[in-house]
């Protein structure tokens, strides 16, 4: 014994899976220990000498691997029994609002799951449905069931109670499982009440939470963050609970980018100072007076208790429902939404003292108000002092993208929207992450480069949908003498794809690159297209090794007298 503490002592701080460690105690084999034990690897819990299972001095995956096995073999031992669970914190992770009542806990909010690991030769499930169940078809809760990843369930719930078989055998299965609410706070719950399982008695507990992850998010929004219409066919279908999956929407998206678990307060048609509506003020549907419970509906109208889910993000998605208020008199009524948004940003704070709060509305249109959230942020920065406050102007949807229902986002949209927030939060915690999914162009300076002297002349205009309609009089003397570009890039190394629409009025060729602007030889793609009269696509691949900054996406028009050419739809996204 001596020997090994000798040892102990000698390996010093070797790293975050290579800990000294002091003090040997005893270790029990279960699903708890495989947890503490991860846990402790990514430096969320200290780690034990006794977790040394290999006795090699050191604490690492390698204890991991033999910890699960051993934990395997102990589950294979034993009579079989069987055992009803509830589903409650200390049996499952809960993600998201939910609420326990009774003998059932319910997933309130969009996305509110309950995640664990169960351990037996058979597992059913007991769900249960509220009132809202016994409602409309086209608006009962809608939820889904995974086991180890696999889609077991995606259904409306319809009954009072209902019972799923998880899996079943002769032999003893280790499987993880995830009870996920699709639709949204508005429409309902979903009840998960207890687990039926099928055990060896050798076992402390069938069934555990799974583990937390280390950052965790909150989104607080209208119909865009609940990924209304997300599944709809086209714009024109009307809204239904079975077309509402918040595993598509951005926020969903972003926390599986980020690794992070996630909390969602959303409600369709919701404001800040004045829900949807087409005449008065709308101040039924306000998220500011129900974000402090876990729900608006009366049987879910229980406060929300914040100091035990604490978030380190909180992401704000609100604006786009106020618009239809402010724009009947918006200088009239923009500083009444400003005072609002201000105070909500206090009562945010309030619950949420240590996260980075970042704003940001625009998908659906309803840039006018973006300014005023800007100010907004301005006005409580320099009334409270605190900094870490921040907004981002979405992305608004491209119908090219597609458009689900009652021209709500499209799952295309939802996704190019979570890498955008992703890098935002990032930049918010200081995190690095590898920017795959952006599109470099997105914030580029559109702008023509006419080289006047030598002769060139050309009229030239940026659409809102930063498109290039560019009128050429005198081409000059070369391609170069005119270009279009999208410069202030700066490209980290990757796969990138290069993408853009065309047509001219006459047959034209014309060649393209993301390079240097003002140094051409310094190009990272190069090629040509041969523009008409119809409507076409390009697109290119290419590899960066290395950083660059400044770089711009050039397009070289010169060279050919009186004619248009409209280019449109430029990204520049990275793939790899």
Known sequence: MNNRKQKWTALGVAGALLLPLAGITGFASDAADVRTLQKALIQKDALAQGQDLNEDGAVNGFDLVRLRRQVLEASQSGEIRETDVAITEQTAKLVGRTLRKGDTTWLVQSGAAAEFTVTGTSAELTLAGDGCAAGDERYRPRYAVYVDGELLCDSLMRETETKLQLFSGDTVRHATVKVIHLSEANNGAIGVRNLHVAAPDSLASPCAPTAKKSLSIEFIGDSITCA???????????????????????????????????????????????????????????????????????????????????????????????SSYLNQDFDGRKDEFTAAYTTFLKQVREKNPKAAIICTMGTMGGEDLYPLIQQAITDYTAETGDSQVRSYQSATQKPANG???????????????????????????????????????????????????????????????????????????????????????????GTYELAFDYTSTVDVTVTYGVQQLEDPEQSCVSGSIDATGTKQHAAKTFTITEPVEDAAIVFNLGGTDYYNITLSDITLFKKA
Not at 281 to 287: F, H, I, K, Q, Y
Not at 290 to 300: H, I, R, S
Not at 416 to 430: E, N, P, R
């Open 403 to 493: 458009l689900g229902s009652d021209w709500h986002p499209s799952a295309l949209t939802h996704e190019l929207s979570a890498y955008v927030l992703a890098d935002q939060i990032c930049t918010a915690i200081g995190r690095e992450w590898s920017k795959i999914g952006l599109d470099a162009a997105s914030d580029g300076t559109y702008d023509v480069k006419i080289n006047t002297e030598a002769g060139a002349n050309a009229a030239h205009y940026v659409g809102y949908d930063k498109s290039f309609w560019i009128n050429m009089v005198d081409g000059g003397t070369k391609p170069e003498d005119i270009q279009a570009y999208v410069g202030g890039l700066t490209l980290t190394p």
């Open 228 to 322: 209304y219409g997300v599944e709809g066919k086209d714009q024109y279908e009307a809204f239904r609970t079975d077309t509402e999956n918040f595993m598509k929407s951005y926020a969903y998206l972003t926390a599986q980018l980020l690794d992070a678990d996630y909390s969602a307060v959303s409600y369709s048609g919701y404001g800040v100072v004045s829900g949807y509506t087409t005449g008065e003020r709308n101040t039924e549907s306000l998220v500011p007076d129900c974000y402090d419970l876990v729900g608006k509906l009366p049987d879910y109208a229980e406060a929300w208790d914040f100091d035990s889910h604490t978030n380190d993000v909180v992401v704000i998605n609100l604006g786009t429902n106020d």
